[in-house]
């Protein structure tokens, strides 16, 4: 046997059988939609002043297929999303510069209908408050991946 391996390499089996011609190009063809697939989740921008924060929940999003951009601020993030064209914005409320409830008016007035999510650990914010001046969604800090991309899904099909 030959060791070149080509793009309809037979493997023999130990009965002597070979198992089907597999060409290459099909098998990367098909990972590539697969990722592909995997990757149609949405773009996310995620905004907030704690970094390791914005990390974290970016690193969640992107093991679930999203694809995200991260700011430390409102006037930040008002930058990013010229350039990257967000389905769903994550942002914390309380921030130097430009706070989240600044931020989502801006949103609003530039790119109507963009969600966005507003987090927060405050206990003087609530859902409906959120709502009330215009967020797709609130959740309070700590929260647990779960309850994050449950509200993700519902935020984007609705």
Request: aromatic share 6%.
């Amino acid at each position: 046997m030959s060791d070149k391996v080509d793009k309809s390499t037979h493997l023999p089996l130990p009965s002597g059988k070979r198992l089907p011609t597999m060409r290459s190009d099909l098998v990367l063809r098909g990972i590539r939609d697969l990722v592909q697939l995997r990757a149609n989740n949405g773009k996310v921008l995620v905004v907030d002043d704690e970094e390791f924060l914005v990390e974290i929940i970016r690193e969640r999003l992107e093991s679930e297929g999203y694809q995200t951009e991260g700011a430390g601020n409102g006037v930040e993030a008002l930058e990013r999303l010229s350039a990257f064209n967000a389905d769903l914005v994550i942002s914390g409320i309380r921030m130097p510069v430009m706070g989240g409830d600044t931020f989502l008016r801006r949103c609003q007035e530039n790119y109507p209908g963009l969600p966005v999510i507003l987090m927060s650990a405050s206990l003087n914010w609530t859902d409906q408050e959120a709502k009330n001046i215009g967020a797709a969604g609130y959740i309070s800090l700590p929260f647990s991946f779960d309850d994050l991309k449950k509200l993700i899904k519902s935020v984007m099909t609705s």
